[in-house]
């Protein structure tokens, strides 16, 4: 008997009521691509007979192994537990999935105390590029493209040897407190953040570590839609920076700055969701900036097996939409955005960073962008 078939009925409720509880005020209403889903049968739910069969095998091969839980690090995770908890867990109702909220230093501190002792807890990571880097020539991944990856772009959405893979990214916009910035005012794009008139009401991250801003501005960079002048013009603006991106999310909430000129998607829908009088401008024009997460199995995980299924779910159209409705980018081509903004295949993506030589991009970025901010 398939795993899959015999919840196929109570998925499908979930299915519905996830829709349901779909974002609230989000641009578009969910009349544009990304909204209004028709809902699916088992098969298509998880990609197609093919898919539905490695599934099977994934499945029974992790409870014959008695692996029964699945530990995730990663910056989302918080976000994404509901979706294990009410889809994964419904569909695979042996395996239950923990997830791990770590990024920056706390995730690399984690992964690298593991591997010196030995004693893993990981067993699957779901991180960004310059989390993940690090960790391919160390082989802290086992090599593994599900089948339900088949269709990914390998140069977009993996490393040169296939180690991991990205499932869903979050994308970054302008979000804006609507009682300090009328919407004619607010950016529209990426040059626009150089307007006179934000000078000193703007307020991110600091651009001169690892994280959101400094993530944008390297990929502008690398890409080309930015240069040095463009670097030191936003230097002019008087940026103040806060001490994460949430902070300075929060500082735009309660209208302190105006505007929060990279904000992460999904923490601005938590933020409207919450009351906050704030709107998002998606920078469609000039090249979009969306950030990766990247999948990879853990080299000695004490649940491969489990990790593999959940990895491979995760490239289902199931779980693309899932994440898509608490505003996870799905990165599989064919699937809807999030709702009220366009399907990934619709955007113009800022040029994908090199994996392997993603370290030495950032540190000639990384100067480039301290020399423009500490004059």
Partial sequence: MRPMTKIA???????FLLSACSIDGAPGDGATPGGDVPPMDDVQALGGDAAVDAIDELYEAAIEAGQTT?????????DKQSIYDELFLARFPEISVTGVYLLGPDYAARLEGEFASGQHVADLVQAGDTSISPGLPQDYYEAFRPVTASEMDQSSY?????????ASGTAFGHMYNTTQLAPADAPQGWEDLL??????RITTDDVARNGAGFGTLSHLLWDGTADTEYIEGLAAQDIVFQASSPASGNAVATGEYALQSWYPMPFYIRDQAAGA??????PTEGGVHISPHYLGVVNGAPNPEAAKLLMTWLFTPEAQQAMAEIGYYPL???QPGVPGY???????????FSLTD????????????????AN
Wanted: no cysteine.
């Fill in 358 to 373: 993603l370290n030495a991009i950032n540190a000639e970025n990384l100067e480039i962008i301290q020399s423009a901010f």
């Fill in 342 to 352: 366009p399907p990934i295949d619709d955007l113009d993506l800022l040029k994908p």
């Fill in 277 to 282: 009088p704030v709107e998002y401008v998606f």
């Fill in 9 to 15: 009925s109570g998925l499908l409720a979930l299915t």
């Fill in 158 to 166: 993996s490393d040169a040897n296939g180690m991991v893979w990205a």
């Fill in 195 to 200: 307007d006179p008139a934000l000078a000193g």
């Fill in 70 to 78: 699945v530990t995730v690090y990663g910056p989302g995770e918080t």
């Fill in 332 to 334: 599989v081509p064919g």
